[in-house]
């Protein structure tokens, strides 16, 4: 209910939004004209085609979105045509003329016929297609969520929520345009004037949605941007961020956190049959959230499987729980060669509807759960470090379920590649996504949605920038390379550089070349590169590209694709 009335309010504050403002002389064209048969019906067609739009982007992705792109440009002829309307008595009689007479067949009274709730639900409907890409950090939200969560009926819910809210605030501008332009031709006479200035404002709207100030240029210059007042509207409900358990002292029981919760949303389970709650009672259990390319996770499974080989013989089950970050993570193919490839002998339960995930309430990657005998979750851990920390909670609650003789000393992987420690340099670069919908940091000008486009990087770059070269694709939550020979250059800072890759839809390798400040990496090769900086993507996965040998620094990266049909999803840094 909470999250309703936060969709509800969000899109109340829509109107004053700056993409929203070459809407409003959409909405204020029939604001002298009865609110129930031209208002009314405007507003709710509006408000409906704007959630199934957004339902549509949730759900579908990509296509909804140029489905939404070509529905904007009959909307915009559309609405030209309701300006010049407007502006141009005689156009609108020679425009009308075949409506009057089929209107005529239909009814004996004219004036019916432009008062008609259908037409006014037509203009709504355009509208509507207009106003949906104005999504705020609300919208985000909401959005996300069904992206993450899977689309559903409360998904819907969500966003005709939201957009009934936007439509409330429409409605009061409209009725108070209304009088105001009922004020205007009382007082002036002015209601040929009040026509044609409306023509002319619907006109401009027309014009700046179609240059792309709808989105663009008002975003950045508006002083009443509503984005501030939104996020603190989401802070207020959403939970606060978890933290890592402090260690208790000695002596002091470990807090019970609730009980270990059903397992059975897992989609497919490998190295085990499905487990069960009841099942694992009197055993330890540690669940290990983790998706295969992230190098958060990938860090830590050296420490996950040495515990659960150390301590498998004395009451411990290790559970990897697989919840995907990007959509080909939820390919079950690729999940087995992940845990081949990382040497993984304990059950694994492939978590793609994030079941599992909503059942624990998680929020991270990687994320430690603790759970005794008696099937209580004792303590958790999130993120990378305190390994010894965590083998102490294991050894704290077997030695409580009565298991003795455990074996001594902390597990030492002394993992090597990718799996290595991180430097633990705190000032290097940010994870950063290739995709629009997180991307930040891009130097080479504005990012084309879902569309090719041809981009060119700037001949410098400030450290945590990075541009496309050649013609790039960009979606959601990747980059496509278009044709051969395209690069991307950034300038980091770190010891490592990891890229999230993998190759097109016909699953050709693709070959590649990496530079360091124009030269071969030579040494500072990583495991997936020689010296010479050449290195073939034959697989959805991440890709160790540098590892410099003498310590953390910044440095010009740049990856060249020799063929395309790449796709390019997250730099990670180390």
């Known amino acids: 209910m909470l999250l309703l009335i936060l969709a509800f309010v969000g899109g109340i504050l829509t109107i004053l939004s700056p993409c929203i403002l070459p809407v409003l002389p959409f909405v204020f064209a029939r604001a002298d004209r ?15 085609t704007f959630a199934l739009v957004a339902t549509l982007a949730a759900v579908g ?5 140029h489905a939404n792109q070509y529905g904007r440009y009959l909307a915009l002829a559309v609405l030209a045509v309701l300006g010049l309307t407007l502006l141009l008595p005689h156009f609108a009689e020679w425009i009308s003329r075949p409506f009057v007479q089929l209107g005529n067949r239909l009814t004996e009274k004219t004036e019916a016929q432009h008062d008609s709730p259908w037409s006014a639900a037509g203009l709504g409907i355009a509208t509507g ?34 957009a009934g809210g936007a439509a409330v605030s429409l409605a009061l501008a409209l009725v108070v345009g209304g009088r105001v332009f009922a004020l205007m031709k009382r007082s002036l006479g002015a209601g040929e004037w009040v ?30 941007s509503t984005s501030g007042i939104e996020q603190k509207l989401i802070d207020a409900v959403r939970p606060a961020p978890a933290h890592n358990a402090p260690a208790p002292k000695a002596g002091e029981a470990l807090p019970v956190e609730g009980e270990l919760p059903a397992l059975s949303g897992a989609t497919q389970w490998f190295n085990s049959a499905p487990l069960t709650p009841e099942a694992l009672r009197g055993k330890v259990v540690l669940v290990d959230f983790w998706t295969y390319s992230c190098i958060n996770c990938i860090r830590s499974l050296p420490y996950v499987n040495a515990w659960a080989q150390k301590y498998r013989d004395h ?112 000032y290097r670069s940010p994870e950063t996504y290739a ?4 991307s930040e940091g891009f130097a080479g000008g504005q990012i084309a949605h879902d569309e090719s486009w041809q981009y060119r990087a700037p001949a410098t770059l400030a450290v945590n920038q990075w541009a496309f070269n050649g013609t790039w694709t960009v979606n959601a939550q990747h980059a496509t390379l278009d044709k051969p020979n395209g690069s991307i250059v950034y300038r980091f800072r770190g010891r490592d550089l990891h890229l999230v890759l993998g190759p097109g839809d016909d699953g050709k390798p693709v070959r590649f070349r990496v530079t360091l400040d124009g030269k071969t990496p030579g040494d500072d090769h990583g495991t997936d590169i020689d010296t010479d900086g050449n290195g073939v993507i034959d697989g959805q996965r991440l890709y160790q590209l540098v590892r410099q040998t003498h310590g953390t620094g910044e440095r010009v990266f740049e990856i060249t694709f020799l063929d395309p049909g790449v796709r390019v999803y997250a730099f990670t840094f180390g």
Request: hydrophobic share 50%; proline share 5%; charged share 15%.
């Open 435 to 438: 995709g629009y919908a997180r």
């Open 315 to 426: 009451g411990l089950v290790v559970i990897g729980v697989h919840s995907p970050e990007f959509a080909f993570e939820k390919d079950p193919a690729n999940v087995a060669k992940a845990i081949k490839d990382f040497n993984i002998g304990y059950p694994v339960a492939m978590d793609n509807d994030y079941a599992i995930w909503k059942a624990f309430h998680n929020e991270y990657w990687p994320a430690h759960y603790f759970i005794d005998a008696r099937g209580q979750i004792r303590a958790h851990h999130f993120g990378e470090g305190d390994y010894a920390g965590s083998e102490d909670v294991i050894r704290r609650l077997l030695s409580d379920a009565g298991y003795q003789n455990l074996p001594g000393g902390y597990v030492q992987p002394g993992a090597g590649g990718a799996e290595a420690a991180g430097s633990g340099d705190m």
């Open 34 to 48: 009865p609110f129930a048969r031209n208002g009314l019906p405007m507003l709710i067609a509006m408000a409906l």
């Open 61 to 65: 992705g990509g296509w909804a979105v």
């Open 129 to 162: 297609l207009l106003w949906a890409p104005c999504a705020g950090p609300i919208l985000g939200l909401l959005l996300t969520g069904a992206a993450l969560q899977g689309a559903s009926a409360q998904t819907s819910l969500l966003l005709l929520t939201y």
């Open 195 to 224: 026509r044609r200035a409306l023509g002319v404002l619907v006109l401009a709207g027309v014009v700046a949605i179609a240059l792309g100030a709808d989105t663009g240029l008002l975003t950045r210059v508006s002083l009443a």
